[in-house]
């Protein structure tokens, strides 16, 4: 019967920042490759947001945001569940049923989570240490197949295998799992795109520093701006050597990703001229490649009534595979059926 069915793919986004050139280039773009061959499911993750302060307003206008620029991206909203994670509830139950099957010492050995409380020492939440486990929740809840995030997710991506792991040796037959244990999918190297000041990071849409970032809705100037003053080195030679020169080796995975340009070809283009006219054609590919994007934006943001009902629709699919997933959880632990 299930043969047919196409694997879930699931990922959440928070609805913080602004995002930049490195989600489109190493994730966005990627997901919409995907949406023939697997059934696709992307929540705004505001539950998890909140785990650090924010301004309501701020926080809805994002949402909207974020949801308009994944379509602009192709991200097509009737092949994909595009939804607000807090307008399905059983994230958020599951969730509790997780804690209870979570060591705190699992949790205590999360890097985010000691990163984070250092930089936020003033707002160390419980929300923010248990934000894994609400995580976990969002993926075993869709039976995920795959699940595409950077490598600074890997970490919470092995704790929701091993809580469902756990959870299954419990409560499941070795045939009839009660979670399917999710693999994660991280982008190809080269997708990584670095921040263009601190070419060593990865490009933040969390950033303090404006010319980090080439966001999806800056504007050509700033676009060309932001490449001029990017970060090379003390050379003048166009090479990819990642290690010795991390600044150039950015600049031309950002040209190879939107051209396909091998960075052979690069080398031998440039050769003898110096950053200048590189960064020039960087910022060139650059622009061509966000025009349709931001042209597509403007209209889809211009129509907030079409976004909601695309949330709409999402928040009822969405539900429509969540809700029996709890219902199979609160029966296993012996849970008297609604
Ligand atoms: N923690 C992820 C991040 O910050 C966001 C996230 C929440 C997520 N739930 C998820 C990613 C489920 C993948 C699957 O990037």
Same mark, same amino acid.
Request: cysteine-free; overall charge neutral.
């Given at each position: 019967?299930?043969?047919?069915?196409?694997?879930? &793919? *699931? %990922?959440? $986004?928070?609805?913080s920042? =602004? #995002?930049t050139l490195g989600n489109y280039l190493g994730a966005l773009r990627n997901? &919409? =490759? #995907?949406?023939?061959?697997y059934d696709c499911c992307y929540a705004l993750v505001d539950l998890h947001t909140i785990t650090a302060r924010q301004d309501p307003k701020v926080l809805r206008e994002r949402c909207y945001e974020f949801l308009a620029l994944y379509i602009a991206c192709g991200?097509?909203?009737?092949? !994909? &569940? *595009?939804? &607000?994670?807090s307008h399905v509830a059983a994230h958020a139950q599951l969730a509790w049923v997780l804690n209870c099957y979570t060591m705190v010492g699992e949790l205590n050995r999360m890097t985010q989570f000691k990163d984070k409380s250092q930089k936020n020492a003033d707002n160390i939440n419980a929300g923010l240490y248990d934000y894994p486990v609400l995580m976990a929740a969002d993926i075993l809840l869709y039976d995920t197949a795959k699940v595409p995030v950077g490598d600074d997710q890997k970490q919470h991506l092995? #704790?929701?295998?091993?809580? +469902? $792991?756990r959870f299954n040796n419990i409560y499941g037959a070795p045939d009839k799992p009660v979670f399917r244990v999710p693999e994660p999918m991280i982008p190809p190297v080269g997708a990584r795109i670095m921040g263009l000041q601190e070419p060593t990071a990865k490009m933040s849409k969390s950033d303090d520093a404006e010319s980090n970032a080439v966001y999806l809705l800056d504007g050509p100037d700033a676009i060309e701006r932001k490449f001029k003053r990017a970060v090379t080195d003390s050379g003048a030679e166009v090479r990819y050597a990642p290690e010795e020169k991390p600044g150039?080796? !950015? *600049?031309?995975? $950002? #040209? %190879? +990703? $939107?051209?396909?340009? %091998?960075?052979? +070809?690069?080398?031998?283009r440039f050769a003898g001229q110096g950053y200048g006219k590189f960064k020039a054609a960087v910022a060139e590919a650059v622009i061509e490649c966000l025009k349709p994007v931001q042209a597509r934006y403007k209209d889809i943001r211009g129509d907030e009534a079409g976004l909601k009902r695309v949330l709409q629709s999402g928040a009822?699919? @969405? @539900?429509a595979k969540a809700e029996?997933? *709890?219902a199979r959880v609160h029966d296993v632990l012996g849970f008297i059926p609604k």
């Open positions: 019967m299930t043969q047919t069915k196409k694997q879930v &793919v *699931l %990922s959440g $986004i928070q609805p920042g =602004r #995002l997901w &919409v =490759r #995907l949406q023939e061959q991200l097509d909203p009737q092949k !994909n &569940v *595009l939804f &607000v994670q092995e #704790l929701a295998r091993d809580v +469902a $792991i150039v080796a !950015n *600049l031309m995975s $950002i #040209l %190879s +990703a $939107i051209t396909g340009e %091998s960075f052979e +070809a690069m080398q031998a009822e699919r @969405a @539900a029996p997933m *709890l």
